[in-house]
Structures are given as structure tokens and as C-alpha cells.
T-cell receptor, first 114, second 112 residues
Framework: SAVISQKPSRDICQRGTSLTIQCQVD?????MFWYRQQPGQSLTLIAT?????????ESGFVIDKFPISRPNLTFSTLTVSNMSPEDSSIYLC???????????FGPGTRLTVL | DAKTTQPPSMDCAEGRAANLPCNHS???????VYWYRQIHSQGPQYIIH???NNETNEMASLIITEDRKSSTLILPHATLRDTAVYYC?????????????FGAGTRLFVKA
């Protein structure tokens, strides 16, 4: 199994600022994803983080708002830019083992925007 | 969009089997059925997956109908700690590569 850590675990931010969330995996993985979970809702896929190339975004999510980096096979960052209260959510990093088909999730980053 | 349909909530008595149904009538031949659960304030946890045969592990059993259009997750002896949201997902390789799209899930309440 893969162990995933995220930093920060939670933060409270002011409207108009940006926050970068880090995701670290304890093993090299091919597939990494970022999800958002708004209060009381299910998980929504934001994007697939591609190593060495631009992330692949889902409908409704754009690079200017959620820039993603993935410099290597064990690390990725998600930035939430120009935040508004509607961005208050839990943001989760996830990795997929293509050999076992298991998908693992990080503990999440709880973001509150005031 | 999610390709599965689940009841929004279910109750189960502690110690009894919890049977969680899932409809996936548009599943394609190369797509697997996965189950995850999310306990409050934690990231989703993988439970089990299968293609067409029934599967069992230490956590649960997965029963997939012969036409693969529906499945049932069985927790044989539910405990209070099994109270969680359970997500049924179908997933296969597409041009984007193994994306997992979550539906609304079933909120299971295990009661003493």
C-alpha cells in the first residue's frame, strides 16, 4: 500500500489569497489525482497530475484557478488561487497502483476561506 | 458523471450483515466494480473490487450479478465502526487513464 501525507492538514485563509497544498507519497506512483470535497458532498475530481507535463483538468476546473505541479513520481502540489469562500472544502490527493488497481487517498487538507 | 446508482442511506443492526446494493447498468466489458468507504473526516478507504466473479477479503464480500449490471457489497458482521459513506464505482482505462469518479454513495448507519 502507499502512504500519502499532505501539508497543511488544515488552514484558514483570507479571500483573495492563494494556498499551496503539498502531497508526498512514500513510493513512486504513475497516477496521481487531486479531488475536492465540499461540505456534505461527495468527492469531485479536479485533475490528474502528470509527471513532467501539464495536468489534465476535469470539466469546470481550470489551470489558472488550480495550478498543479508534479516534478517527480512521489510529489505533487495543488494551488488554490484567488480564493473565495466557495473554495472552502477538503482537498485530497490520491494515487493509483496500476498493478493492483488499488487507489489510495491522503488524509486531506481542510481549507476554510473567510 | 458517475456511472452508478446507490440508495442514499441504509440502517443496519450491529452484528448483522449489511448488504449495500449498487446499480451500474451501463458498465462496459473492461470496467471493474470498486467499493470504497469514507469514515467521517478521513480520506476514502479501499474495500474491494471485482470484474465479474464474486470476491471476498478480510473486510467484505462483493457479489456481482451475471449480467454485471448490479452488485452488492456485504459486510458480514457490521460493527459501529462500519458507520460510513460507501461508494460504489466503476472504473476502467480511458484516454485519461484510470480516473475514479465518485457518485453520492450510501450513508450506512450501524446501530447498537
Amino acid at each position: 500500500s502507499a502512504v500519502i501525507s499532505q501539508k497543511p492538514s488544515r488552514d484558514i485563509c483570507q479571500r483573495g489569497t492563494s494556498l499551496t497544498i503539498q502531497c508526498q507519497v512514500d513510493s513512486q506512483v504513475t497516477m496521481m489525482f487531486w479531488y475536492r470535497q465540499q461540505p456534505g458532498q461527495s468527492l469531485t475530481l479536479i485533475a490528474t497530475a502528470n509527471q513532467g507535463s501539464e495536468a489534465t483538468y476535469e470539466s469546470g476546473f481550470v489551470i489558472d484557478k488550480f495550478p498543479i505541479s508534479r516534478p517527480n513520481l512521489t510529489f505533487s502540489t495543488l494551488t488554490v488561487s484567488n480564493m473565495s469562500p466557495e473554495d472552502s472544502s477538503i482537498y485530497l490527493c490520491s494515487v493509483l497502483s496500476q498493478s493492483t488497481h488499488e487507489q489510495f487517498f491522503g488524509p486531506g487538507t481542510r481549507l476554510t476561506v473567510l | 458523471d458517475a456511472k452508478t446508482t446507490q440508495p442514499p442511506s441504509m440502517d443496519c443492526a450491529e452484528g448483522r450483515a449489511a448488504n449495500l446494493p449498487c446499480n451500474h447498468s451501463t458498465i462496459s466489458g473492461n470496467e471493474y466494480v470498486y467499493w470504497y468507504r469514507q469514515i467521517h473526516s478521513q480520506g476514502p478507504q479501499y474495500i474491494i473490487h471485482g470484474l465479474k466473479n464474486n470476491e471476498t477479503n478480510e473486510m467484505a464480500s462483493l457479489i456481482i450479478t451475471e449480467d454485471r449490471k448490479s452488485s452488492t457489497l456485504i459486510l458480514p458482521h457490521a460493527t459501529l465502526r462500519d458507520t460510513a459513506v460507501y461508494y460504489c464505482i466503476v472504473r476502467g482505462k480511458d484516454t485519461g487513464g484510470f480516473k475514479t469518479i465518485f457518485g453520492a454513495g450510501t450513508r450506512l448507519f450501524v446501530k447498537a
